[in-house]
């Protein structure tokens, strides 16, 4: 079966990213297509694959500024020539969906999330912007809105990554979705033999607004409990100025060394409204309780009082109180642990190859 994987850019390794390689596992002779792609930031596994770039590739400074010719990604998709495929499969959380399948070829799209910054987080994106941006912001995001609701007839199959996403699939497309959840490497990320020594309290994530790491930093100001922050992003150097005696802020760690902070931390602090959110899942695996805001995809994920515990509002009482509530409830570690092992790659590969067979079968092939 010669099959089309569609990813919206492929400019580093992230949780869109590592889905991808999951697809890639699936279909190795997959060819791989996205508006612009940087293989020095790619895994081994997806530099091995051909990789066709649309026409924004051929822009000048594309792999660094590609954001900035959003514009231009809806007709640069409908420029694709995907003729022969028996299967596409789009990756969306940029322009990805938009494609124009050929006649009888089946279109299956993973989404990601919805492109926030054009529906649910515009309002956000858009504040960030100066008047002459937020202007003609304004005018694309509305063009783009268009086109984005208008091209998603032109997929077969929609699944979500979490319940979450799927609600918001419905509300924007007017379109049911299959729940599949997006893969953890679990081979990385396990319980410790050892787990007394857990010492402080860990964030990780981008530091930029909708994370709210401000939050967390402040709940830990002049309360007597450390903090660790894990990650690196545009409001890194507002956060460094003023940062409480108790809290370490430790910017982009790598990746051999983010399970072990997993499991030395008492909890990890989870405070952003996520589509799914791999970090709680990978802190799970390594045993650790997550505190987290109770909205979004961690819906998924974590258990009420068996793997963590849930706040009402994103402020740093909300925060504070369910620390306090946390240290007065015994978790199981090893339970902990045990319920994230159903979130592997195995477990998506399965689950999909199930929607790609139902798919198939009710074209005919």
């Known amino acids: 079966m010669k099959v089309a994987l569609v990813h919206y850019w492929l400019t580093g390794m992230r949780g869109g990213e590592r889905v991808l390689e999951q697809l890639v ?11 612009v792609a940087d293989p020095d930031k790619l895994s081994p596994l997806l530099r091995s694959r051909p990789i066709q770039e649309t026409f924004i590739g051929k ?57 926030r910054y054009i529906w649910d987080q515009y309002g956000a994106y858009s504040s960030r912007l100066s008047r002459v941006e937020r202007l003609y912001f304004s005018h694309l995001a509305h063009r783009l809105r268009i086109w984005d609701v208008s091209t998603a007839a032109r997929v077969d199959k929609f699944v979500a990554n979490s319940n979450f996403v799927a609600q918001r699939i419905r509300r924007y497309y007017h379109r049911d979705a299959q729940v599949v959840h997006p893969p953890v490497d679990l081979d990385a990320y396990r319980l410790p033999e050892k787990t007394s020594d857990r010492s402080h309290y860990l964030f990780v994530s981008e530091l930029v607004p909708y994370k709210k790491a401000d939050l967390v930093i402040e709940a830990f100001r002049g309360f007597d409990r450390h903090l660790v922050v894990v990650g690196d992003g545009s409001q890194r150097s507002e956060l460094e100025r003023n940062l409480p005696p108790n809290v370490k802020l430790l910017g982009r760690v790598p990746s051999a060394d983010l399970p072990g902070l997993y499991q030395t931390a008492k909890a990890l602090i989870f405070p952003a409204e996520e589509d799914f959110g791999i970090v709680p899942v990978e802190a799970m695996a390594c045993g650790t309780p997550v505190l987290a805001y109770g909205r979004g995809g961690v819906r998924d994920s974590v ?9 009402d509002t994103q402020s740093t009482e909300s925060i504070i109180d369910s620390i306090r509530l946390f240290e007065n409830i015994q978790f199981r570690f090893a339970d902990i642990s045990e319920h994230a092992r159903g979130f592997g790659a195995d477990r998506f590969r399965r689950e999909f190859s199930d929607v790609v067979e139902t798919v198939l079968s009710g074209c005919g092939r």
């Open 25 to 35: 596992n699936l279909y190795p002779q997959a060819d791989l297509f996205t508006h």
């Open 59 to 115: 822009f000048p400074g594309a792999r660094r500024h590609y954001q900035k010719y959003l514009g231009f990604m809806p007709r640069a998709l409908e420029e694709l020539d995907l003729s022969g495929y028996d299967l596409i499969i789009s990756s969306e959380s940029g322009p990805a969906k938009g494609i124009i399948a050929p006649p009888g070829t089946p279109h299956i799209c993973y989404t990601h999330s919805p492109m």
């Open 303 to 311: 258990v009420e009082g068996r793997t963590g515990l849930f706040f």
